[in-house]
């Protein structure tokens, strides 16, 4: 297994523009995350899955955020309108039922102007 | 509630000396807590976890209940243990649900 893919690499965009973040995660596993890194805040959880199902978006800072999991393996982060203090690394992990280990993908890296 | 602090964003120390990387937590019930590593230009992956009582890379850590604490300690810090570390929490009825603290860059000196 290649482990959590995530996808782009990077992403820069301009103030106002939709941002897609798409995730794959290892497959078999039934818990996937979204989680944000900045240097202020540390690794902030945004939303997470379970069987596909949205179960806790407490996380998810206002309403320009969303997050869908159409199937076990795809997972999408939306942001729109894009702001710059969107600009952070964004992780997708995902992790067994009965475990606790998180697998991360690569993170994306975004930078709204 | 649970919630986990690191109170050092930045550690340095030189290769050879001891170091502790400190890490609390707030949460009311039997807390699971990791420790997570991300060395440079690698993934975010896991160090260790409590449950375990194990050494990995000969780094330790002890769950005190009574401080509320879980800091990850080596005796004889290596260039190679550079990297950023984030203990984490999980617990309560979210369970799947895993609390990172901000993380703590150390920094080994040769």
């Not at chain 1, 393996?73 to 203090?85: G, N, Y």
């Not at chain 1, 600009?87 to 067994?96: K, P, T, W």
Request: with cysteine; charged share 20%.
């Amino acid at each position: 297994d290649a482990g959590v893919i995530q996808s782009p690499r990077h992403e820069v965009t301009e103030m106002g523009q939709e941002v897609t973040l798409r995730c794959k995660p290892i497959s078999g596993h039934d818990y996937l995350f979204w989680y944000r890194q900045t240097m202020m805040r540390g690794l902030e959880l945004l939303i997470y899955f379970n069987n596909n199902v949205p179960i806790d978006d407490s996380g998810m800072p206002e309403d320009r955020f969303s997050a869908k999991m159409p199937n076990a393996s795809f997972s999408t982060l939306k942001i729109q309108p894009s702001e710059p203090r969107d600009s952070a690394v964004y992780f997708c992990a995902s992790s067994l039922i009965t475990g606790q280990k998180l697998f991360f993908g690569s993170g994306t890296q975004l930078s709204v102007l | 509630a649970q919630r986990v602090t690191q109170p050092e964003k930045l550690l340095s120390v030189f290769k050879g000396a001891p170091v502790e990387l400190k890490c609390n937590y707030s949460y009311s019930g039997s807390p699971e807590l990791f420790w997570y590593v991300q060395y440079s230009r690698q993934r975010l992956q896991l160090l260790l976890r409590h449950i375990s009582r194990e050494s990995i890379k000969g780094f330790t850590a002890d769950l005190n209940k009574g401080e509320t604490s879980f800091h990850l300690k080596k005796p004889f810090a290596q260039e190679e243990d550079s990297a950023m570390y984030y203990c984490a929490l999980a617990g309560g009825t979210s369970y799947g649900k895993l609390t990172f603290g901000q993380g703590t860059i150390l920094t080994v000196h040769p």
